[in-house]
């Protein structure tokens, strides 16, 4: 079967594929570039363990074939934190102990990064419809919820300052 | 599995020629939200996929002679943050925002959710309420058609197999206009339409209604527009006796299914509810309007 070459930008690198038509872009993070942080749940766009950052707008990369993403930008769970330091909302997921088992963990801090990068102040319902597609069956969301409301606050202090 | 192809052409004639020329099945891509999951699911077997994107004017709003140009593959996030087509058609913007998750409006198309042709396809009903068209292209030129003429049945639709959806319109507003769409689903978020409403009115100064369009969704094998909801606001203001009406109509029009998110009577005693509340939300928006 011919592969297609592919050429993207994931996480601010150049980054080119090879991939067959079919594979999805999570097919190709986790199998081709060894990017195993973007989980597979269900495969068909209802729970957002996947989610990623495609030109800034959040998508799940099990809906989008990898050959789809040639020319554009992509930003994953790998990207987040810049060397050891980690982002305000993974920080702040961790101090509000906003998961369990982990596996909805990365879908759920790409969507909240997403989130914040266009609104540094959402209110409680604003988060919550946000996250909508992003299940989690430990939580409860309560704690994703608190931890993404002080990252915002974090983020709007280190703005200011 | 088949050899599927991948093509993304830069022009709506080499996508069309494409189409027309495979042998198998071949289906246009937009955002994917519904395709890529048939793929997977092994429900649709194409051996050609056409993405669509690439085609300038596909993705992207413009203001035409005071009514709008909707690309085909646009997303919905990207129509929900469109303010003036959300000033002038807000039933139309609220239905298409309504449509999966956060992750899914980042991709998810007008055209996508036409053609998949659910009965249940939340922006249909509002886009047919709001007397859209599309502009189809394909081998024999170009052709322009209302939104209702598009759906046969459930994921069937009226389009030939190298015909694609390059465009929505929406006609100019005249003033005192609103649209409003609402659909039941037993949860707030993340759930597909039991029932579906989209009403459009235009009323004159003295808030009698002057122009209707009511369409419902999920209640028959594809959105209903449904003229006789409409008669029942037309001359009217929005009391108790013309509420009655439109409900009575609405309800008259469904022809649904019993399935496992309702039962027929449900459905039916639901589209009236519906009718009902988005009337009101749409007489309220034309009023505004003054």
């Known amino acids: 079967m011919s592969r297609t070459h592919v050429s993207t930008v994931i996480n601010g690198e150049q980054t080119d594929f090879l991939c067959e038509p079919q594979q999805t872009l999570l097919d190709v993070l986790r199998d081709e570039l060894n990017l195993t942080g973007s989980k597979e749940g269900c495969g068909s766009g209802d729970c957002g363990a996947c989610s990623v950052i495609l030109d800034g707008r959040l998508v799940c990369s099990c809906l989008m074939l990898a050959v789809e993403a040639e020319g554009h930008s992509i930003q994953t769970i790998e990207g987040l934190a810049t060397g050891s330091k980690l982002h305000p909302v993974q920080q702040k997921f961790l101090e509000h102990a906003a998961l369990q088992c982990g596996f909805c963990t990365p879908g759920l801090l790409v969507a909240a990064k997403a989130l914040l990068d266009r609104n540094l102040n959402p209110t409680e319902t604003e988060i919550r419809y946000w996250i909508a597609g992003n299940l989690c069956r430990c939580t409860g969301y309560d704690k994703v919820v608190r931890a993404i409301q002080d990252a915002a606050a974090e983020m709007r202090a280190e703005k200011r300052a | ?290």
């Open chain 2, 1 to 290: 599995m088949a050899t599927l192809t991948y093509q993304a052409p830069a022009t709506v004639q080499d996508a069309v020629r494409i189409l027309a020329g495979a042998a198998g099945l071949a289906k246009p891509l937009s955002g994917g939200t519904d395709l890529l999951v048939q793929l997977r699911s092994g429900r649709l077997k194409p051996e050609l996929i056409v993405d669509t994107k690439k085609i300038p004017g596909m993705i992207g709003i413009r203001e035409v002679d005071g009514g709008f140009v909707i690309g085909a593959a646009t997303p919905g996030a990207v129509i929900g943050e469109h303010a003036a087509l959300e000033k002038a058609w807000p039933g139309v913007v609220e239905a298409a925002n309504l449509i999966g998750s956060t992750q899914v409006q980042g991709r998810a198309s007008l055209a996508g959710n036409l053609c998949n042709a659910s009965p249940a396809a939340d922006s249909v009903p509002a886009l047919i309420a709001a007397k859209a068209t599309v502009v189809i292209v394909g081998p024999k030129g170009r052709r322009e058609a209302p939104v209702e003429s598009i759906c046969t049945g459930p994921g069937r639709t009226s389009l030939a197999r190298d015909e694609i959806i390059t465009e929505f319109h929406l006609p100019k507003r005249p003033p005192r206009s609103g649209d409003a769409y609402l659909r039941f689903i037993p949860r707030t978020e993340m759930d597909i339409a039991v029932v579906g409403a989209g009403v459009n009115v235009t009323l004159d100064a003295n808030g009698v209604c002057r122009e209707a369009r009511v369409a419902l969704g999920a209640v028959a094998p594809t959105a209903l527009l449904v003229p006789e909801a409409a008669a029942a606001l037309i001359g009217h203001k929005l009391d108790q006796a013309t509420l009655d009406a439109l409900d009575a109509a609405a309800r008259k029009a469904c022809k649904p299914i019993d399935d496992k998110r309702g039962t027929i009577d449900y459905r039916i005693k639901v589209a009236g509810v519906l009718a009902r509340r988005a009337a009101a939300i749409a007489f309220e928006r034309a009023g505004a309007h003054r």
